[in-house]
């Protein structure tokens, strides 16, 4: 890579900061509907303006002719239902803005019966009234502006709101990366990832989800020094799509599609569109699981056990956020849609999870989770593209694109140390079969992160991730195949800077020592600068 991409590299995020901090204010803050009663103006008025009266000081006590005055309207017209209860409480003192909503309440319903008859008002409660608003001329006048700029607020939220059901959330994520090393042969890219997911509910205690992507991203594999292909150890966190660039171009494509709900004791999660268990379950890689604001690299995220066949499947979970013990289950499929034979709900390619969570103490998460796999042809992918994959027998696919059937085992856990400081990593074995024939592997990886959030400032992370990628560490029952003779190596670091709550930039360096877990090839750099932006 050339040191003019790395000196900007460097200066990027000053560059960055800079330019967002002046943006902060395109973006609008946003507004909360609420109803008005008594009880909250008397909150409201704590934070008035400067007086002008020292009048406006007083409260308005039991004993005085106005609160008793209007007391006697309430009694009469029943014109107060502004307290929670619907009571008007007649031993405590008011506020003046507090005894002004209840006088507005009952000047508002005199009118209303003034309009019907007449004579039901006596002119007696007419000359109260007309002292009342004298003297609490000013407090009605602030309150009813209030009014009028909250009900001018609402009819504008009413106007330009998306839905009265559904939430629309967005996600952009602009990435610059290039890589160094001798003979990586590799370009810098700037790409990008637009996520637009749409929530609703029609119960309050589930959830649909449609969400639409669109990228150029790909699958960012880097060429080794030994002459043998490209590897996808170097893969990001935010790629996809496969490796042929030229169908990877901004496409809008349906990403997601799921219905979450509670069945009993479960919550029960069906995806139509790309089940995902990282979206569904616990993970236990808190600080770097997201694509978006998480680790930089692909295998950093979280342990490959969970990058299952995708497509449709049910997920359930018993147990909520605060109890000590979890139990979850999923049968995800990938052609689900597909009647021709070998294909189907239970013939193709699939996989069943399990998976215990135990939290001894708050502060910890322990998690036992068991995969059994099944894939075929291009569909192998015993290790979700994170360990070695050039040799005709990887850790990807021990077999080529033989049928292959999995046992997956993985260990995990992650410590809260402090407020801020989390500590969390992964181990993983596998167990593979050639489904129609003897061959017999093993492929084995573990990874520890680090994350410290707030670092240098609120809302900050930095974070360390380190492991050894999946690797062949056993096979045999197939004609010449070998295992990984040696081990790879992968470091991570990145900083999150958080530059308001919608626009984060992260700057971020992996290094893969041993690529493909051959000393032979050398060690590789990339370098990426994520910037995303949420709205």
């Known amino acids: 890579m050339t040191k003019l991409f790395w000196n900007v590299f460097k200066l990027s995020p000053i560059v960055l900061a800079a330019t967002f901090f002046t943006a902060n204010s395109a973006f609008a803050g946003e507004v909360s509907e609420k109803s008005t009663s008594v009880a909250e103006l008397s909150v409201e008025s704590n934070n008035i303006g400067q007086v002008t009266s020292v009048s406006q000081f007083s409260d308005v006590q039991p004993t005085d002719w106005a609160f008793q005055a209007l007391q006697s309207l309430v009694e009469r017209y029943g014109c107060i239902a502004g307290y929670p209860n619907g009571t008007f409480r007649g031993n405590r003192a008011l506020t003046r803005y507090e005894f002004a909503a209840g006088l507005n309440a009952c000047l508002d319903r005199i009118n209303e019966l003034i309009a019907i008859a007449t004579e039901r008002v006596g002119s007696g409660d007419l000359e109260t009234l007309k002292r009342l608003q004298e003297e609490y001329a000013a407090e009605l006048a602030t309150l009813r502006g209030r009014v009028d700029a909250l009900e001018s607020r609402s009819a504008k939220l009413e106007a330009n709101q998306f839905s009265t059901t559904a939430k629309l959330k967005g996600e952009a994520l602009f990435a610059l990366t290039d890589t160094f090393g001798n003979d990586t042969d590799s370009n810098a890219t700037f790409s990008q990832r637009t996520r637009l997911s749409i929530e609703s509910s029609f119960t309050g205690k589930d959830k649909l989800q449609a969400r639409l992507q669109a990228r150029n991203t790909g699958e960012f594999k880097t060429n080794v020094s030994t002459g043998a292909g490209a590897t996808r150890m170097t893969r990001l966190g ?214 410290m959030k707030d670092f240098g400032a609120k809302g900050n992370v930095l974070g360390l991730i380190f492991g050894q990628p999946p690797k062949l560490t056993q096979i045999s029952g197939v004609a010449n195949a070998t295992k990984d003779q040696d081990t790879s190596y992968h470091l991570e670091g990145l900083y999150n800077m958080k530059l308001n709550d919608r626009i984060s930039v992260t700057p971020g360096l992996l290094v893969i020592f041993n690529p493909e877990h051959n000393e032979a090839n050398d060690t590789i750099y990339v370098g990426t600068l994520r910037t995303t932006f949420k709205f």
């Open 238 to 451: 935010f790629d996809g799509g496969g490796d042929d660039f030229s169908k990877i171009n901004n496409n809008i494509e349906l990403d997601k599609l799921n219905y979450a709900f509670n069945l009993g004791p479960a919550r029960v999660q069906v995806d139509a569109v790309n089940a995902e268990m990282q979206e569904n379950i616990n993970v236990f890689n808190p600080v770097f699981k997201s694509s978006g604001g998480g680790a930089i690299s692909r295998y950093g995220r979280f342990n490959p056990i969970y990058r299952v066949p995708g497509g449709s499947g049910v997920t359930a979970t018993i147990g909520d956020k605060n109890s000590p013990i979890k139990l979850s289950g999923a049968y995800t499929t990938s052609n689900a849609n597909n009647s021709s034979n070998g294909n189907g709900i239970f013939n193709g390619d699939n996989a069943f999870l399990g998976q215990l969570e135990f939290s001894p103490i708050k502060a910890l998460d322990l998690g036992v989770t068991y995969v059994r796999s099944f894939s075929d042809g291009d569909e192998v992918n015993i290790t979700g593209s994170t360990g070695s994959s050039l040799a005709d027998n990887s850790a990807r696919r021990p077999f080529g694109k033989d049928a292959t059937t999995s046992n997956h085992y993985g260990v995990q856990a992650a410590l809260k140390l402090n407020k801020t400081t989390t500590l969390a990593g992964w181990y993983g074995f596998v167990d593979a079969d050639q489904t129609n024939g003897s061959g017999d592997s093993e492929v084995q990886y573990w990874a520890a992160t680090l994350g």
